[in-house]
C-alpha cells in the first residue's frame, strides 16, 4: 500500500531540551495493561510464498510497500533476491520480521506502542518452519517533525528471552536514543533535505550524520541507572506481539507534548543498518548501497542489484496521528 508523504518545514521538538532536564520522580510503577486508541496496518510479505528457481520457495514483496525514496522498508526475508517464474523473490522469510500491524495509546502516564508480527517462525526455501519467536529487535521513532527531526528511537532487544517471564513487563534489552542536533532526515543544512531527499538525491545528507545521537534510556532506566521509565512484554494473549510502555510522566514529557509527537515509525531489524547512528537509512546508503527487493530489468532489482544490500532483514511501518 501507498502512503502519502508530505513535505514540511522542520519543526523542533520538545523532546531534546525536557527529555535532558530530567524529572527524577520517585515512582517507578509497573505499567497496566496496555490501552490502544490507532493502528496502523503494515503490507504482509511472509503470505508471499510461490514455487521458484530449482523448485524452491521464494518470498517476494509487493509492489509499493517498500520505497527507498521515503525511507519505508518491507524486507522480512534474507538478502538476495532472483527472478524466477516472473517473480522476483528471496529464498527465506522471517516471520518475527514481517509487520502486520501497529497500534499506539496513551493513558495519564504511560504510552503505549503494539508491534503486530506475522509469526514466530522462520521459514526457508526447502519448506521448513523453524520456530523462533521475537528473538529481534522492535521498536518505535516519533518526533514532532515529519521528517523525523529532533525524535526519539525507543527500542527493545530480544524481547522474547531477556526478561522472564517475557509476558510481564520488564526493563532488559530496552533503550531509548535521542536527535539533539537534528539530522535525522539529512544533514544537509543549506541544500536539499528531509525524509524524501536521499543520498542519491544529494549525497550532503549523510555528512557528518550521527541519527539517534544520544542514549536516554538503557535497560529501562533514565542515565541506565536513574528511574524505571521503559518496558516490554510479549502479549499474554499473542505470542506474536510485542508491547513497549513508555512512562513519559516522569521521563517528564506532558501529555500535550506527546501528542505533539505525531510522526511514528515502527520497525523490526535483525540485519541492516541497526546502529542508532545510521538514521535515516536513505541518507547514509544510496540506492544501490541500500539494494532494494522490488524488481527491475535483466533479472536484477529496480537499483541493478541482487535484492537487498546494505538495508536488509528489516520491516518498518509509518503513522502519523491526529492533531490535538
Ligand atoms: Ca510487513
Ligand atoms: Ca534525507
Ligand atoms: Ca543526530
Known amino acids: 500500500m501507498r502512503r502519502n508523504q508530505k513535505s514540511l518545514a522542520s519543526n523542533r521538538s520538545l523532546w531534546c531540551g525536557s527529555a535532558i532536564a530530567l524529572v527524577a520522580a520517585a515512582a517507578q510503577a509497573q505499567p497496566p495493561n496496555p490501552r490502544y486508541q490507532l493502528s496502523f496496518d503494515d503490507c504482509v510479505t511472509s503470505d508471499n510464498r510461490f514455487v521458484g528457481q530449482d523448485g524452491q520457495f521464494q518470498w517476494d514483496v509487493d509492489a509499493g510497500c517498500d520505497i527507498y525514496q521515503v525511507d519505508l522498508y518491507e524486507r522480512p526475508t534474507t538478502q538476495t533476491f532472483k527472478l524466477a517464474n516472473g517473480r522476483f523473490g528471496a529464498f527465506e522469510c522471517f516471520e518475527y520480521l514481517d509487520i502486520v500491524q501497529a497500534k499506539v495509546g496513551m493513558d495519564s502516564r504511560f504510552l503505549y506502542v503494539s508491534i503486530d508480527l506475522f509469526g514466530r517462525d522462520h521459514l526457508t526455501s526447502d519448506g521448513s518452519r523453524i520456530e523462533k519467536g521475537l528473538i529481534e529487535r522492535y521498536g518505535f521513532r516519533m518526533s514532532t517533525d515529519p521528517d523525523g527531526r529532533y525524535g526519539l528511537l525507543v527500542v ?15 526493563p532488559l534489552g530496552t533503550f531509548a536514543h535521542i536527535d539533539t542536533n537534528g539530522d ?86 535483525k540485519g541492516g543498518p541497526k546502529d542508532p547512528q545510521n538514521y535515516l537509512w536513505n541518507d547514509k546508503y544510496t540506492k544501490r548501497e541500500a539494494g532494494s527487493p522490488n524488481r527491475g530489468r535483466n533479472g536484477l532489482s529496480e537499483f541493478g542489484t541482487q535484492g537487498c544490500e546494505n538495508i536488509y532483514e528489516v520491516d518498518t511501518a509509518r503513522g502519523v496521528t491526529d492533531p490535538n
Open 156 to 170: 527493545a532487544d530480544q524481547p522474547e528471552v531477556k526478561n522472564e517471564p517475557n509476558t510481564v513487563f520488564g
Open 184 to 269: 535525522v532526515g539529512g544533514a544537509d543544512r543549506e541544500g536539499p533535505t528531509g525524509l524524501s531527499v536521499t543520498k542519491s538525491d544529494n549525497p550532503d545528507e549523510a555528512d557528518g550524520l550521527n541519527g539517534y545521537d544520544t542514549v536516554l534510556i538503557s535497560d529501562g532506566r533514565i542515565g541506565g541507572d536513574g528511574p524505571r521509565v521503559l518496558w516490554v512484554r510479549l502479549n499474554p494473549r499473542d505470542n506474536t506481539v510485542v508491547e513497549i510502555a513508555l512512562d513519559y510522566r516522569t521521563l517528564g514529557i506532558s501529555q500535550q507534548q506527546l501528542r505533539r509527537m505525531r510522526y511514528l515509525e515502527f520497525e523490526a531489524i
